[in-house]
């Protein structure tokens, strides 16, 4: 028997839709199912971990294995729901696998909301929403996260600030200089609705700085001295953040 299946470890961790509760059994999706039989070669009597961002935690029993299916069936709830600090990154898509690594990452580091947004000097074209939530669930399960943040459809740099809720402070991270440091940024949004805004491989268009930073909600931040890549400055923003105002402090 695989030792992540069993009854004191629990430790392959699966998100489901599906209400959770005691003696509620949860019908597992196709992909999930194909893992549990043919990858960890699971069977009845074997316990995984399920969540589903509402109801907590639930050590569960596999109930049912067949080919048609897996069936598991809350025993014993782990741990209570709790709240994800409500922290949005805002980002202009990079090539595929640096994105792939940011949305994993972004998701460790406990964002909220991701939304893609398309600026002037985006390189990417198009973005895969399925694959952006397939990372965000699978980084999720490994990181022992309660919940998935939601994943947006990609926008363009003028939707966004046109539809952005202005209570809601944008630390802009702006690589031109003259803006307060993250840190400061931070703790000054302590408690508040936030969201981090960084840009394309070739930064921010002349036109849209100034756009942005015409708008009373926005606030340019610095992330030091050093030219950041795109991925580096989004989970560096993430990171400050966090350490300062949100779930690490």
């Keep these: ?57 639930w050590l569960a029993e596999i109930t049912e294995a067949a080919k048609r299916g897996v069936t598991a069936t809350c025993r014993q709830q782990i741990a209570g729901q709790h709240g994800t600090p409500d922290i949005w990154l805002a980002f202009a898509p ?25 600026t002037r000097r985006t390189i990417v074209a198009r973005i895969n929403e399925e694959r952006m939530a397939a990372n965000a669930v699978e980084a999720a399960e490994q990181s022992g996260r309660l919940d998935v943040p939601e994943i947006r459809a990609g926008i363009s740099f003028d939707k966004l600030l046109a539809f952005w809720p202005t209570e809601r402070r944008l630390l802009f991270c702006d690589e031109g200089g003259n803006a307060k440091a993250m840190t400061e940024a931070a703790r000054e949004s302590r408690g508040g609705p936030t969201g981090i805004l960084t840009g394309p491989e070739g930064g921010f268009d002349p036109a849209e700085r100034a756009a942005l930073r015409a708008l009373p909600f926005v606030m340019p931040v610095s992330l030091g001295s050093r030219i950041l890549r795109a991925d580096t400055a989004a989970l560096a923003a993430l990171a400050i953040w966090q350490s300062i105002a949100g779930d690490w402090s």
Excluded at 17 to 44: F, I, N, P, S
């Design 94 to 118: 990079v090539k595929k696998t640096p994105s792939d690594y940011l949305v994993q990452k972004a998701v460790e580091l406990g964002v909220s909301v991701l939304q893609p947004v398309f």
């Design 1 to 57: 028997m695989s030792e992540e299946l069993t009854e004191a470890g629990g430790k392959t961790r699966l998100y489901v839709t599906g209400d959770l509760g005691d003696g509620a059994g949860v019908a597992l999706d196709e992909g999930q199912t194909h893992y549990l039989l043919h990858v960890l070669r699971a069977k009845a009597g074997n316990f995984v971990s399920l969540f589903n961002g509402r109801d907590g935690e």
